[in-house]
């Protein structure tokens, strides 16, 4: 496996040549009507129109294809219940190798079929992080598979840095870049994009209240885990780890937690108006823009539509009516 002891700039222009055959280069949109509300040029970049609907893809393909043949053999295997695991599948089945998937039971069944319909091979686990990383562990040391983590690896963060890298490279003009915030693998991939292209770019994390761990750790200059998320933006729920904190301290202005009523609010507000499905994690992001905490006014913001996987039988706004 290509080692990288630790992530940088250079390493995200290598996945970017790593992944172009696999990953699409989604677009950049924008609306006058978002642009209207928010006082902000908003440049979205569409990751909700990545392969598995979701930037994750990006990270597990560059893992995925670092590794060498004898490596790749033996197959990749994490613990996600979303978008992670669906984006480790497909990248294994791209490679023709085995994705050993651990599950928690109670995840959404559209969920797990479509890691079944990537070919992930699932095994399911009691809901806990506990049972997940035992269970992750044993499969391991049955099949030797190669653990790819969801966020802490570093292929993954230069992996997702390439997101941000094509936004500039489209809009070199931004003056910042919003990014969400859950494990940091986003994030701090986003920012060491923005930090090695564009130097003067502001880089700014969009967290739920709900579930505020990143900004609590920013503050204490420690990781402070997530222990009890209550938040609709269920792909934000992870503490950050041991890779991504330091590169989010050093690297990113500050992160900005939004209200559940403006995650909402704004994923409706984008499906309305742009007709683009975005998920509430998405959302978050948008609604960092709507509830106007800090001062983007007259400026072009960026802004990682992360992913728009949504389960359609259960969308926030009927279970919670605004």
Not at 57 to 77: H, I, P, Q, W
Request: charged share 20%; net charge neutral.
């Amino acid at each position: 496996m290509i080692t990288i002891i630790k992530p940088d700039f250079n390493q995200i222009l290598k996945a970017a040549e790593r992944i172009k055959p696999y990953a699409h280069r989604t677009p950049v949109l924008t609306s006058e009507s978002l642009n209207r509300l928010t006082e902000t040029q908003v440049m979205m970049k569409c990751e909700n129109l990545q392969k598995v609907g979701a930037f994750k893809f990006r990270g597990a393909t560059n893992a995925v294809y670092a590794l060498s043949e004898a490596e790749a053999a033996r197959g990749v295997a994490t613990h996600s219940s979303g978008n992670h695991a669906q984006a480790l599948a497909l990248a294994a089945r791209l490679r023709n190798i085995p994705a050993y998937i651990v599950m928690p039971d109670n995840a959404p069944a559209v969920k797990k079929s479509a890691v079944k319909d990537y070919g992930g091979r699932i095994t399911f686990c009691e809901p806990n992080q506990q049972a997940r990383e035992a269970t992750l562990a044993r499969i391991i040391a049955e099949t030797g598979a190669i653990m790819i983590h969801p966020y802490d690896n570093a292929l993954v963060i230069v992996g997702q840095g390439t997101a941000a890298l094509e936004l500039l490279e489209d809009h070199l003009d931004l003056d910042a870049i919003i990014a969400p915030v859950g494990g940091g693998g986003l994030l701090s991939g986003t920012a060491l994009a923005a930090t090695g292209i564009s130097p003067g770019v502001r880089v700014i994390g969009a967290e739920p209240e709900m579930a505020d761990d990143a900004y609590r750790s920013l503050q204490a200059g420690k990781i402070i885990p997530s222990l009890n998320p209550q938040t609709i933006a269920d792909g934000l729920l992870t503490s950050l780890g041991e890779l991504t904190f330091p590169i989010i301290r050093d690297h990113v202005e500050q992160i900005v937690t939004v209200s559940e009523q403006a995650i909402i609010k704004a994923m409706r507000l984008i499906w309305e108006r742009t007709k683009l499905i975005i998920e509430p994690s998405a959302a978050v992001a948008v609604g960092l823009l709507l509830e106007k905490k800090i001062a983007l006014s007259g400026l072009k913001a960026g802004i990682i539509l992360s992913g728009g996987n949504v389960d359609l039988d259960n969308l926030p706004w009927q279970s919670h009516p605004h």
